[in-house]
């Protein structure tokens, strides 16, 4: 394995690792920042701002 190689094989590591970490990332703020969210404001705690209604769509 020469060196060129040897750096293909080193940035592909790299991408996979930024790759990943990226996915959990963006996972974690999908769940719990998006479903936080949705439970308060679209679903639960919008009765001043939403007809009932328009909140039920949702949930379909």
């Given at each position: 394995?020469?060196?060129?190689?040897?750096?293909?094989?080193k940035?592909?590591l790299?991408?996979y690792?930024?790759d990943f970490?990226n996915s959990?990332?963006?996972?974690v703020?999908?769940?719990?920042?998006y479903?936080?969210?949705f439970?308060?404001?679209?679903?639960g705690?919008?009765?001043g701002?939403m007809?009932?209604f328009?909140k039920t769509?949702?949930?379909a």
């Amino acid at each position: 394995m020469n060196n060129n190689e040897k750096a293909l094989k080193k940035s592909r590591l790299s991408w996979y690792f930024y790759d990943f970490g990226n996915s959990a990332y963006a996972s974690v703020i999908l769940l719990a920042v998006y479903s936080a969210y949705f439970k308060n404001v679209v679903v639960g705690g919008a009765e001043g701002v939403m007809p009932p209604f328009v909140k039920t769509r949702f949930l379909a």
